[in-house]
């Protein structure tokens, strides 16, 4: 038999206006039966076994949905979620754990390490001191730049055997105070490290770097020659040991190790030109000369011609008349077949061996100069006197003479086709199909398949916009590819799925919308993803449901057999005349302090002041700067509020508020205000509700219909507080501007009715969005 959910949902729905929870219950596991990922009914049997005193099972059932969201990356639902379990459950370590693994994750550092520090106080307690010790971890991960706390903590590894975890925090220590210029502190933190493991890369790269910016690099070159006495073989420790030995400009020893170093690895050899330029440095120049003479064969065959000629002309400029530097010359001349430049090397060297009284090597120059100038007869008399050519000399293969032939007057010049040109290539303006659009403000709020509690009073501004948190931005690929002006199918793939997946999740909050009787919202909602990704099939037809209910193929669930009167209140074609059954309500459970121990027995008392440490900063940093983004506190605050956590969702709008002013530009001031509005309203405190609306009202560059509906929701909360008088008054205002605004005006005669007075014309009668909150994008 197919399972019937709009029946089960009407049955469920009428035991819950008769007050039979447990039959309600009944009714609502058959759905979850049927759909599994139903979130909404889920969290509805979550709210109704709270209710039932049950928090056990109320509990799994959010969990599923907590989990679910942490799976699909919604961070910031996840975080509420678990905050509704974490009421049921306060101090539980599995809750506190994930909770702060969350926080982390966007950037609310002293939230994560408040739970963080709950875990490792648990382990602490329990004996379990590397659990504890590996949280405290990750507390010193939220704060890289605390190194005292790290170094500390590295201290507790060492105690506890984890010599690898404390040789992680003593290095990552050294790189932070390494960055900072505290050279001492550094080689403190990495010998720390090398007490136990001689060969430690990392601590040996940053005592190197330390010593070489406090000059004492052969005090490095000391320690790595040690760790490479002991690991011959190691390419890294080799090549470490030249780094070291050239900081500490020791040419011999540089030389030494990058003999050894080329030995294994024989691509290194360019390192030896940091050791003919120390010899250079050292006045050292035949050892220089050596040195470049015992890499050029090879740096030519390796296309660095261009390197060896800029290091031969370094010799030369000490020494323009050495012969074996100008030997170095004419070979590269000769490799590079450049024959002007090859004879006027040649005649320098001539003449200088001639000077230095080298018979040999002008004998050599002068026997390829009569090769190549023939007609030279000076240089063929001098040979003479010298013996004649040089037998290997005249051997060596001539380089090719390059002649530049003129082109024959008559002879046409090439065709522009055949001439090949070289342009360079501009980017192309990406095109409007590639490029992402962004509404004006960034990643708000995630889309929510969740109930939501129909408020007592209208809501107007509410800011949940459709930019889900999990659209990503494009990767490096897709951009490069986009600025290239050609997209490639896969980018375009992968940009259509994201928006593709998008819509969907917008549509599924769409159709909760229409379910709840929000049919103003889901208006607005679909003409946002309108404007957003286009015309669609799927969004058209969500339109068609709302003009025509009846005739929609799918009608939307918990609408059937329902109808709206006057005021948006739900109403049952059926033989119960009974108010809506209200949405189940969590009842707020007080979790005791947090207190934070630091006498915690069971480590030692380092470990018990890094305790210490980080309870007075979960005291001091809860203003801290940059715990997060205006939109991380904001959409958290949404999710929050969406999860009926009034209390935490009016601590994220006031952080959120907290970080913008009232005429910045933005709408984010007046964002806010109109949700804390809101969440006090929905708390009971319509006070406080006034308040917020009022400061919104105030904002500079609120627009006229931002205006009209902050008005109209202060006048609800007028109502709300009791002050009859100025309702009317605010509703009044309202009708003024406009007669048929929300139903302002069936709203104008009950309130003159309740006042005992009927003052002025009656309101023509509208039934229009009566009682329906608006979004305002």
């Known amino acids: 038999m197919t399972f019937d959910k709009v029946k089960t949902l009407r049955a469920a729905e009428r035991y819950l206006e008769l007050g039979k929870i447990p039959a309600a219950i009944k009714e609502y596991c058959k759905i979850v039966e049927s759909e599994p990922d139903d979130l909404t009914t889920l969290n509805m049997l979550g709210d109704l076994y709270v209710r039932a005193g049950n928090p056990g099972a109320a509990i799994s059932y959010f969990h599923r949905i907590a989990e679910h969201y ?121 010998s720390r490290v090398l007490e136990t493991d001689p060969s430690d890369r990392t601590c040996l790269k940053g005592l190197l770097a330390a010593h070489s910016a406090r000059g004492t690099a052969d ?31 020791d040419a011999a020893r540089a030389e030494q190790a990058i003999s ?98 080298l018979a040999q090597d002008e004998r050599y120059a002068l026997t390829q100069l009569t090769r190549l100038a023939p007609d030279q007869a000076h240089h063929i008399e001098r040979l003479k006197q010298l013996g004649g050519a040089e037998e290997k000399a005249a051997g060596e293969d001539m380089p090719e003479v390059e002649t530049v032939t003129q082109p024959v007057p008559d002879e046409p010049a090439p065709a522009a086709e055949e001439r090949v040109e070289f342009e360079p290539q501009t980017l192309s303006t990406p095109t409007a199909e590639a490029g992402f ?74 159709d909760f919308y229409i379910a709840q009787g929000y049919l103003d919202i889901a208006v607005d909602t679909l003409d946002l993803l309108e404007r957003q990704f286009g015309a669609h099939l799927d969004i058209e037809s969500r339109r068609q449901q709302l003009l025509n209910p009846d005739e929609s193929a799918t009608p939307p669930t918990n609408v059937a057999e329902m109808t709206l009167d006057d005021h948006g209140e739900v109403q049952f074609e059926n033989e119960f005349e009974m108010t809506p059954p209200p949405v189940p309500m969590v009842e707020k ?61 009016l601590e994220e709008f006031q952080t959120a508020l907290g970080m913008v002013a009232a005429g910045d530009g933005t709408p984010r001031y007046l964002q806010c205000c109109n949700l804390l509005g809101h969440c006090f309203l929905q708390k009971g405190v319509p006070q406080l509700a006034v308040t917020w609306f009022n400061k919104g009202l105030n904002a500079p560059g609120t627009s006229e219909d931002e205006r009209q509906a902050l008005r109209f929701d202060l006048g609800a909360a007028y109502e ?38 009927d003052n002025g014309k009656a309101a023509p009668d509208s039934k229009r969005n009566q009682n329906q909150p608006q979004h305002v994008h």
């Open 720 to 757: 709300q507080v009791g002050d009859l008088e100025r309702a009317i008054e605010i509703f009044t205002e309202v009708y003024g501007i406009n007669v048929s605004y929300r139903g302002v005006n069936e709203r104008l005669r009950v309130l003159q009715a309740r006042a005992g007075g």
């Open 219 to 249: 005090e490095a070159a000391e320690v790595i020659e040690r760790a490479a006495a002991n690991n011959p073989d190691d390419v890294e420790l080799l090549s470490m040991l030249a780094s070291a030995q050239l900081e500490n400009e």
């Open 260 to 357: 050894a170093l080329v030995a294994k690895e024989s691509s290194a050899y360019l390192r030896f030109v940091e050791v003919a330029r120390l010899y250079l440095k050292a006045d050292k120049f035949e050892d220089a000369v050596r040195v470049v003479g015992g890499i050029a064969e090879q740096m030519l065959a390796e296309r660095e011609e261009n390197q060896l000629f800029e290091l031969v002309n370094e010799l030369l400029a000490c020494d323009s008349d050495n012969v074996q530097a100008l030997r170095l010359l004419v070979r590269a001349y000769w490799w590079q077949r450049d024959t002007e430049n090859l004879k006027a090397a040649l005649e320098r060297l001539a003449e200088s061996a001639q000077a230095a009284g």
């Open 589 to 649: 459970i007080v979790a005791p302090p947090q207190q934070i121990i630091s006498d915690v027995p069971g480590i030692d008392p380092g470990l018990a002041e890094v305790f210490e440490e980080y309870r007075i900063s979960a005291e001091s940093d809860v203003n801290a700067a940059g715990n997060g983004d205006y939109e991380t506190h904001y959409n958290l605050g949404l999710a929050y509020q969406e999860m009926d956590l009034f209390e935490e969702a």
């Open 437 to 510: 659009e962004w509404n004006s403000m960034p990643d708000m709020a995630e889309p929510w398949t969740g109930p939501s509690r129909e408020m007592e009073i209208e809501r107007d501004f509410t800011f949940e916009t459709v930019v889900a948190e999990e659209l990503s931005a494009p990767s490096v690929a897709e951009i490069a590819a986009i600025a290239s002006g050609e997209p490639t199918a896969a980018v375009e793939t992968v940009d259509q799925d994201r928006k593709d997946d998008l819509r969907r999740q917008e549509l599924e909050s769409v």
């Open 70 to 190: 942490r799976d699909q990356d919604f961070g910031l639902k996840a975080i509420a979620m678990y905050k509704k379990i974490d009421r049921l459950k306060p101090r539980d370590i599995e809750i506190a754990s994930n909770l702060a693994d969350l926080y982390a994750k966007q950037d609310l550092v002293v939230e994560a390490r408040a739970h963080y520090l709950l875990v490792a106080e648990s382990h602490s307690r329990s004996g379990a001191t590397k659990e504890g010790l590996h949280v405290l971890g990750k507390i010193a991960d939220l704060d890289p730049q605390n190194t005292s706390i790290r170094i500390k903590l590295a201290e507790g590894y060492l105690k506890e055997g984890m010599n690898a975890e404390a040789a992680a925090c003593f290095a990552a220590a050294g790189e932070h105070l390494l960055a900072r210029g505290a050279f001492d502190d550094a080689l403190q933190s990495f």
